[in-house]
């Protein structure tokens, strides 16, 4: 059962319209995504794969990069801190961010990196909606120089002032592997600053952050407990509270919404607004931990944020690709639940 009902959405109107020009920093794995298409029509003699034939081509930022379109999607200055290579797809990616609105000023570059992207094979045959069949990455995962992380480090520093929240976007490309986290919270923890981290595989490592938005399998994946039912939920919750020494958690559920849990407070859950069946998921977590920040940066509480990324995520997971969404959609949203809730405020 959800604790939090239709009424309490009547919050998020003017927790939105906070977010412009609120100033986030986003620091993480930068990642060039790209999405080759293709018609499929026969099987190779060579091998028992399909052949495709290539229709076209585009491009979008991924990881910590597709954090930063949200926060500057939702009305937020974006500042992308973060390591690439000098290379053609760093080069892209920039020229991306940028175009998108988000400060690159943050990002370092080094010759003989290589900068990380992700190729998605999407073919079906003429008549059919495509589908991806292979991805490949491109990606070295080692651990930063020690110049490299004192390069980032200043950068970061140098960034921090008049920032209401910074992100830590966590993609296990070898960003966080060395002591840049920790040195980022102190630093970020030492201005009062909340800090945001969104990790794939290492959610542990991010001790001291103010408040962290995993997903259900990757949060029982930190606390080592299985999940599939609210028991579970809460022991990992519990857990990981804990563990990171954090003010909140916030888990979000796919179809079954978030939960927000709070030391020495109850846990609260919400379902998620509009269809519960997704169209696709790519980058939602992106869209979640923005929407947080931005929040946060705006001076409001985790049951505010908790609200308005549930908003948001649920425009972003019903267009394909990695997509974003920005107050004006977020706004028709909120008034499609006045409507449903019979023409009362929002």
Known sequence: MNDITIDDYRCVRETVRAWKGRKVLIAGDMILDEYL???TDRVSREAPVVIVRYDGSSWC?????????NVAALGGKAVASGVTGRDDTAKRLGEMLRSS???????VAAAGLMTTSKTRVLAGDFHAQRQQIVRIDRESCAPLSQSMEKRLLRS?????PGCGAVILSDYGQGVFSGGVAKAIIEMASASGIPLIADSRFGL?????ITTATPNEVEAAEAAGIDPGSDDALKKMGRKLLRALQSDSLLITRGRLGMALFRPRRKTLKVGVVGSP????VTGAGDTVVSAVALTLAAGAGMQEAMLAANVAASIVVMKRGTAVTGPDEILSRLDSIREARGGGGS
Do not use: C, H, S
């Open 61 to 69: 930022p991924g990881g910590a990069a597709n954090a930063a379109t």
């Open 101 to 107: 609105g988000v400060n690159t000023g943050g990002m």
């Open 204 to 208: 542990t490592g991010f001790r001291g």
């Open 156 to 160: 970061i520093e140098k960034r921090l």
């Open 37 to 39: 298409y293709g018609t």
């Open 277 to 280: 069946e997704a169209t696709d």
